[in-house]
């Protein structure tokens, strides 16, 4: 999966400040295994990797702290060409991505003209407070 983790040895159980979240020793270990690769990966490879790395956490739980690290905007999530949802921690702020379909490379991009094309959109069809997600799927050069 290209996730190399030595088992997580922290114990927290006190209240992250910023997202209200509650640190105990699996969101740490989540968090640690999100950390260490820039590519999107499934919960279920995140799991796997946690597991062979001899940490024993549950997938429900690598599920339920991946889903709420990422409505807390610690890390992105994407809908994969199949339908799954796959992580990782990006940078802050508005971006967007593109991703290799074999090797799961993703770069941050920022088209510059789409943001006001798509609120040009919005408003030409009566559409207001809109969000969008743009994620582009092809072939990194390495897997052409």
């Known amino acids: 999966m290209g996730i190399d983790m030595p088992p997580t040895e922290i114990t927290m159980t006190s209240t992250d400040t910023n997202t209200g979240l509650r640190r105990t020793r699996q ?3 989540v968090g640690a295994a999100m950390g260490r690769s820039s590519e999107f990966h499934t919960a279920q490879e995140v799991h796997a990797a946690l597991r062979d ?3 024993s956490i549950g997938l429900a739980t690598v599920y339920r702290t ?3 690290m990422a409505e807390a905007g610690e890390i ?5 060409p199949d339908g ?3 992580y990782r921690r990006c940078s802050s702020g508005h971006h967007h991505h593109l991703i290799c379909r074999g090797c ?4 941050e991009i920022s088209p510059p003209s789409f943001e006001a094309w ?3 959109i919005a408003t030409e069809n009566g559409f207001t407070q809109i969000d969008h997600e743009l994620e582009l799927f092809g072939r990194c050069a390495a897997c052409s």
């Not at 992105?76 to 994969?80: A, H, K, P, S, V």
């Not at 799961?104 to 770069?107: D, E, I």
């Open 27 to 29: 969101r740490a270990a």
């Open 53 to 55: 790395s001899g940490d």
């Open 104 to 107: 799961g490379r993703a770069v």
């Open 66 to 68: 991946l889903t709420q």
């Open 118 to 120: 798509a609120n040009q």
């Open 76 to 80: 992105d999530c994407i809908r994969t």
């Open 84 to 86: 799954q949802a796959a």
